[in-house]
């Protein structure tokens, strides 16, 4: 049989969403979902059943609430992935400006295809937009922007990425 884990939101983190939380109504809770899940997010990498169920009760809100939210947008992830998540946007703009080929050279380096994972890499998806075409062809590490990239500039980037401590 197997024991139900329960997972309990830090003090610091319970504090900062409080913080948050006194910028709305009293009765207004969810607008605390997002930030409370980035914070947990950033914590345990994603987001877990148990992690939804703890934001519930800790805002009083349905765990649905919640979960709609967990699942709804890209930028949570609800299973185990890599350290690193990459997205590359392969919208118009990229696309003119060979992201074809710069995904293509990442899956080759990173010996891994668009929605798989490794240990340090999760090869999250090709975005339809990132929103910086000025800077094509783009992608995003861990939510940081990289503009106007080669392969060179992928293996610099990669490299900062191994050599992190």
């Not at 006194?22 to 148990?50: G, R, V, W």
């Not at 392969?90 to 080759?108: A, K």
């Not at 990239?149 to 401590?165: H, S, V």
């Amino acid at each position: 049989m197997q024991e139900n884990i329960k997972y309990n939101i830090s003090s610091e983190n319970s504090s900062k969403i409080n913080q948050w939380l006194s910028k709305f109504p009293d009765d207004q809770k969810k607008p605390a979902i997002i930030y409370a899940l980035h914070l947990i997010q950033k914590e345990n990498k994603y987001i877990k059943s148990e992690h939804v169920d703890a934001v519930a009760n800790f805002l009083g809100l349905k765990k649905i609430d919640v979960y709609e939210v967990a699942s709804f947008y890209s930028m949570f992830e609800t299973e185990h992935v890599g350290k690193h998540t990459i997205s590359v946007c392969t919208n118009v703009s990229c696309m003119l400006n060979g992201s074809d080929e710069i995904l293509q050279y990442i899956e080759n380096k990173l010996k891994i295809k668009v929605g798989e994972s490794s240990e340090k890499y999760f090869l999250k998806d090709e975005r339809e937009c990132l929103a910086a075409c000025c800077g094509a062809p783009m992608m995003q590490v861990d939510h940081k922007y990289y503009e106007n990239l080669t392969k060179e500039k992928i293996d610099l980037i990669l490299e900062g990425l191994e050599n992190e401590k």
